[in-house]
Nanobody, 123 residues
């Protein structure tokens, strides 16, 4: 069983930065791709960023390009999401997830999910 635990969320002001972490433990499939998703109240869960096993390939949603950066440290089994220049519309619960695919933006392709961490950005 795989466990993904997110941390680093909080309440910040517009323009501030946060770094989310996702620690993985337990057995998983080989070389998992990892992703970050978010869900705001009353909205569908949406893709934010994804990264391949090696870290050489990344993808970002258009809404966060130039502001968010995904990275990973496989030695620590941890994935990060650096969020800069936060905006009120970034307010959501952020989830990390693992996929057996190399890298994908598709929610349905992710088999394991964390419990989420709340990010609130005030204007």
């Amino acid at each position: 069983q795989v466990q993904l635990v997110e941390s680093g969320g909080g309440l910040v002001q517009a323009g501030d930065s946060l770094r989310l972490s996702c620690a993985a433990s337990g057995r998983t499939f080989s070389n998992p791709g990892m992703g970050w998703f978010r869900q705001a109240p009353g909205k569908e869960r949406e893709f934010v960023a994804a990264i391949s096993w090696s870290g050489s390939n990344t993808r970002n949603a258009d809404s966060v390009k130039g502001r968010f950066t995904i990275s990973r440290d496989n030695a620590k089994n941890t994935v990060y999401l650096q969020m800069n220049n936060l905006k009120p519309e970034d307010t959501a619960v952020y989830y990390c997830a693992a996929t057996p695919l190399g890298i994908t933006t598709l929610t349905a392709a992710y088999n394991y999910w964390g419990q989420g961490t709340q990010v609130t950005v005030s204007s």
